[in-house]
């Protein structure tokens, strides 16, 4: 089954711009693999950020649209997500994730309370990005 690793964050200033990268161990192009973010405020908690099917649909968050960009690079088992025009409330620590378990169901449909939970999920280590003003 497919693992992953994330790489790329850092401390930023508000409006700049980093990519992350996410290495998959094997070949996804039959899994789903999806961004996550484990934010501060615990009323928000695990977002879900952005998804590439296997299909290559994808799926963006509303919050973020416009501003970040999901991408992959099949043959070098990458995934990439860019992110433009940080603000403070993209403080988080970002989390790759590919879904092995539950290929019947869309990323978008599976609840996460939190990030690094669940039955469905392989998840990297995480990476932190803070957005300082």
């Known amino acids: 089954e497919v693992h992953v690793v994330e790489s790329g964050g850092g401390s930023v200033q508000v409006g700049d711009s980093l990519r992350l990268s996410c290495k998959a161990s094997?070949?996804?192009?039959?899994?789903?693999i999806g961004w996550y973010r484990q934010v501060p405020d615990p009323d928000r908690g695990c977002e879900l950020i952005?998804?590439?099917?296997?299909?290559?649909?994808?799926y963006l968050r509303d919050s973020v649209k416009g501003r970040f960009t999901i991408s992959q690079d099949k043959d070098k088992n990458m995934i990439y997500l860019q992110m433009n025009s940080l603000t403070v409330d993209d403080t988080a620590v970002y989390y790759c994730?590919?879904?092995?378990?539950?290929?019947?169901?869309?990323?978008?449909?599976?609840?996460?309370?939190?990030?690094?939970?669940?039955?469905?999920?392989?998840w990297g280590q995480g990476t932190q990005v803070t957005v300082s003003a």
């Open positions: 094997e070949s996804f192009r039959e899994t789903d």
């Open positions: 994730a590919a879904n092995v378990r539950c290929h019947s169901h869309s990323m978008e449909s599976l609840v996460q309370t939190t990030c690094t939970g669940g039955y469905c999920l392989n």
């Open positions: 952005s998804v590439i099917s296997s299909d290559d649909s994808t």
